[in-house]
């Protein structure tokens, strides 16, 4: 065994310290009109997040695949056969995630000091931004699912935290509020859902991923969750609950409304929170849990029903929005939807690559996206824009290789991941596939789009354009990094290049035996990849050919507020509409609640309580008043009592 | 002389110790309390001393020497007592034990 085993624990620390030292920092510069020193805090939020990547590629390179380092400094509960371990364990599917997890982090931080330059609560930002880091890491190396749903709280807070970041502003608070409310609604799933799992397993009950996966693929446990029996219930019951918890953490129908509005916060916790890290911790733990899910088919569908619907439904409201972070947050919502639909046929392999390939574009479009609000002096709104690839060469070209790398043009990261689970849904269902497609070709419509208004054309607001310059060497460096990124990540599934094919063969171990079993129910119709591949190329150009049809020539007026009307409005906020039934039978409820069980039934049961406390109070007085020999009396009955207790009981 | 029953002496330790209780416990009169208390007091000692002529020597000698610190303490007491009786008369003039239930007022 590897000596930097001992280390796992150092891995949520790190950027934890970062948290506190910049808390320290934010508060002793409190009193100052500066703030704290910019550079101090920028570079130990840095450096911390910084040095968890490194620790997590040494660890990484360490690794046997079949191996996992595991550690747990204490017992967390201990009460009987129940044990929790405070524990913390690094499979390959762990190491993937934590990969992308610390090394985007780690840039978007490093962007982060360029791009919060001026704001007076650099400091307080990036506490947030670390403490957010120590969180996500506990998410994906806790070794239960109680440090799972530790990180996932933890996440859920600094969300909120960072989305009301500007929190002079109303709407971004309603904004981290509803995000908060939409999140915490799916938790009580997670919470269920494991309560439920725990009643299935009986008295092996363990949170262990471990022992939870070894439980389900012993063979001999299947009658328990056989069709027709309770267990069967409780097994429906459990996927479909964490998967609602999936839902609210990665934005999926119905839960999904909060990340277009969580754009309220600064672009780089866009990037890095609801674009490439937080969003996709529920499709990490519907991996993580991959064989209780494989065993509940229905689930399987529902999740792939799901994950199609909110593929499409976002693609299309995508279209309507005119706000830059808008257009990547549908799209964010869109590509998810890809990555559950993935999970849901089963393939959980290609979904995690999907996270792993999203994780690097979408971070690219959003940072440049950022670096194209930092020129154009905050404004977000695409309609005002145009013309802006002159004046921002690298912020371009980073966004276009995201864009290519989005649409699934050939070599791209996308080309790879998002016709792999093309391929696997036709495998599962032509529907889906077909759906898939459509997507597919709305994606490259909206971004196509997207690159037009932003980039091409005039400027149609000389005020903002003219003075448009390209962002600080903290900004373009990261950009343009991940744009590489963009471009290259695909490879590790590609198999073009010997030895740079890993990522099928990393996730193996974590992940083949849910999905061999899968398989074995499912056989899967062989296509030919070249042919799904030109397909989807085509898909992605028809999209794009439509979109410069319709805007490259537009003339596009930029008046009133950005947000969509009419038909757009009402496909956009649908789902608002959806919650808004909800919202009102849960006031109704609260309003039974407060007028009838609290002031009748409990005001009146607290009266008749208070009444009669108060008549037993009254009949016990008399007999505590001052009278020696009633004292005296009632003192020698209690002392007869005693004896009588003593001496009698002894018997 | 007749040998007086061991029985006998406790049953009129028992009856004077009833007396005294019954008297500190019905009058109100402090005085008679006081008298109350050592009427229990010395049905106590009897009882010792009735007990004493029933056990073996090593442990009779000891029911015959507690009766002489109950006297002491009785004397003590009876002493203290009638003394606070003359003390709390002067600010209350009456002996009645209900007349004194409000000390603190």
């Not at chain 1, 590629?57 to 009460?79: C, E, G, K, R, Y």
């Not at chain 1, 440090?147 to 500007?166: A, H, K, N, R």
């Not at chain 1, 995201?402 to 016709?419: E, V």
């Not at chain 2, 049953?11 to 209780?21: E, R, V």
């Amino acid at each position: 065994m590897n000596q930097l085993q001992n280390y796992l624990w150092l891995l949520p620390v790190l950027p934890l310290a970062g948290a506190l030292l910049n808390g320290i920092l934010a508060l002793a510069g409190a009193d100052t009109d500066e703030g704290p020193s910019r550079g101090l805090s920028g570079f130990f939020g840095t450096v911390a997040a910084g040095g968890a990547f490194v620790l997590t590629l040494l660890l990484a390179l360490s690794l046997h695949p079949n191996a996992v380092f595991a550690q747990a400094p204490w017992t967390w509960i201990d009460a009987g056969s129940f044990k929790v371990a405070f524990g913390f364990s690094f499979d390959s599917l762990t190491a993937m995630m934590l990969l992308f997890i610390t090394g985007i982090g780690t840039l978007i931080h490093f962007y982060s000091i360029g791009y919060m330059a001026e704001d007076r609560g650099f400091a307080r930002f990036f506490a947030y931004l670390n403490l957010f880091l120590a969180s996500m890491i506990v998410l994906v190396l806790g070794s239960n699912l109680l440090m799972t749903f530790i990180g996932w709280e933890g996440v859920g807070l600094c969300s909120y935290l960072l989305i009301g970041f500007w929190h002079k502003e109303e709407a971004n608070n309603n904004a981290a509020r509803k995000a908060f409310l939409v999140n915490r609604a799916g938790d009580l799933g997670f919470l269920l859902g494991t309560i439920a799992l725990m009643a299935l397993m009986g008295s092996q009950a363990s949170l262990e991923y471990s022992a939870i996966s070894a439980w389900f693929r012993d063979a001999s446990h299947a009658a328990l969750f056989a069709a027709g029996t309770t267990g069967a219930g409780l097994l429906l019951a459990s996927t479909l609950l964490i998967f609602l918890g999936c839902t609210g953490k990665s934005a999926q129908i119905p839960l999904l409304t909060w990340l277009p509005d969580a754009m309220a916060g600064p672009t780089p916790v866009s990037a890095l929170i609801h674009a490439a890290t937080m969003v996709t911790s529920g499709v990490y733990l519907l991996a993580r849990l991959s064989d209780m899910f494989v065993r509940s088919p229905l689930t399987l569908s529902v999740i792939a029903g799901v994950g199609i619907a909110t593929a499409l439904w976002a693609a299309v409201a995508g279209l309507f929005q005119n706000d830059i972070k808008k257009v990547l947050a549908y799209s964010t919502v869109s590509q998810l939807g890809y990555m559950f639909m993935a999970a849901g046929v089963g393939s959980f392999d290609a979904s995690l690559f999907h996270v792993f390939t999203h994780a690097f574009f979408k971070a690219t479009l959003f940072l440049g996206a950022g670096s194209v609000i930092h020129a154009v002096g905050g404004e977000q709104d695409m309609r005002k824009m145009g013309g802006l690839w002159k004046k921002l060469p690298l912020t371009f070209l980073a966004m276009a290789a995201g864009w290519y790398a989005i649409l699934g043009l050939p070599l791209g990261a996308g080309f790879w991941s998002k016709d792999l689970i093309l391929e696997r849904a036709y495998g599962s269902s032509p529907l889906l596939y077909g759906l898939g497609l459509l997507t597919a070709v709305i994606t490259a419509l909206y971004m196509t789009r997207l690159m037009i208004l932003t980039f091409f054309g005039k400027g149609r607001d000389e005020k903002l354009t003219a003075h448009a310059h390209e962002a600080p060497f903290t900004m373009t460096l990261p950009v343009v990094l991940l744009g590489l990124g963009a471009l290259g990540v695909g490879f590790f599934w590609a198999g073009m290049i010997p030895g740079l094919d890993s990522f099928h063969q990393m996730l193996s171990p974590v992940l083949s035996p849910a999905q061999s079993f899968w398989a074995r129910g499912n056989e899967a119709e062989e296509g030919s990849a070249l042919l799904f591949a030109a397909i989807g190329t085509l898909a992605a150009l028809v999209g794009a050919g439509i979109a410069w049809a319709i805007w490259s020539k537009a003339k596009i007026e930029a008046v009133g507020s950005s947000a969509p009307k009419g038909f757009g409005a009402f496909w956009t906020f649908f789902f608002d509409y959806i919650h808004g039934i909800f919202i009102a039978a849960t006031k109704a409820l609260a309003w039974i609640g407060d007028k009838i069980v609290q002031t009748v039934i409990f005001n009146g049961l607290l009266a008749l309580l208070i009444y009669a406390v108060g008549m037993v109070g009254d009949a016990v007085r008399s007999l505590q008043r001052s009278r020696l020999r009633v004292n005296l009396g009632l003192s020698l009955c209690g002392l007869v009592l005693l004896l009588a207790f003593f001496l009698l009981g002894a018997w | 002389m007749t040998a007086i029953s061991a029985l006998n002496v406790q049953f009129l330790a028992l009856l004077l110790f009833c007396i005294g209780l019954a008297t500190t416990l019905t009058r109100r009169n402090l005085f008679f309390i006081l008298m109350g208390v050592e009427i229990m007091l010395n049905a106590a000692n009897l009882s010792f001393v009735g007990f004493s002529r029933t056990f073996a020597a090593a442990a009779s000698m000891e029911g015959l020497v507690v009766p002489v610190f109950v006297i002491a303490l009785a004397a003590s007491e009876a002493c203290i007592g009638l003394a606070m009786i003359i003390l709390v008369f002067h600010s209350r003039e009456s002996v009645d034990s209900d007349a004194y239930s409000r000390m603190k007022e």
